[in-house]
């Protein structure tokens, strides 16, 4: 049972433009929430997490946003750029886990077109 | 610095088959997770280790897969008797204890069982 949905696997935006990557999630022991992004034939790489005390982490061109009580959260990169192309990955850990364990969901693949 | 290593990057097997696959993760990093990726899909938490002891084993499918780490840092995962179904990428991560959300990937290694 997927406890972390990504229900969309792909998204098409311009450059320059803003892309929004969503994910929502059913277990309400989630307490810490990460974006990774991966390149084909890579390993994920970390781009983002946010605790759920916050409703908004920014870094740079990345921004994520924490809704808990829809259980939502989304990723918000502007302005999208080429190099941004890749899959997303939303993952999530559980309150008090001092195990780290993540819970991934199924990746956005995300295209930027010039 | 190096990041977290992973030999071989592919790996061919009958059926039937042991495989062995390595990871080395960074170095000073006590956490050490095992992930498996089916196609389409995200990673799927299989083992986690803190120094040499194996805390979590949960996420193993079946008493084919061990998983060791005998000096705290290279580990190996063992799959015996291959399975058609075996066939993913399987991911390793390492990470700093205090900060075990954030987990570094190697670039994975590929088994198809044939």
Known sequence: ???VKQNSPSLS???GRISILNCDYTNSMFDYFLWYKKYPAEGPTFLISISSIKDKNEDGRFTVFLNKSAKHLS???VPSQPGDSAVYFCAASERGSTLGRLYFGRGTQL???? | GAGVSQ???????KRGQDVALRCDPISGHVSLFWYQQALGQGPEFLTY????AQLDKSGLPSDRFFAERP????STLKIQRTQQEDS????CASSLIRTHHEQYFGPGTRLTVT
Do not use: C, M
């Open chain 1, 1 to 3: 049972d997927q406890q």
């Open chain 2, 88 to 91: 993913a990428v399987y991911l």
């Open chain 1, 13 to 15: 935006v311009q450059e």
């Open chain 1, 75 to 77: 990723l918000h990169i």
């Open chain 2, 71 to 74: 000096e705290g840092s290279v």
């Open chain 1, 111 to 114: 295209t930027v077109w010039p």
């Open chain 2, 7 to 13: 030999s071989p990057r592919y790996k061919v097997a």
């Open chain 2, 49 to 52: 280790f803190q120094n040499e």
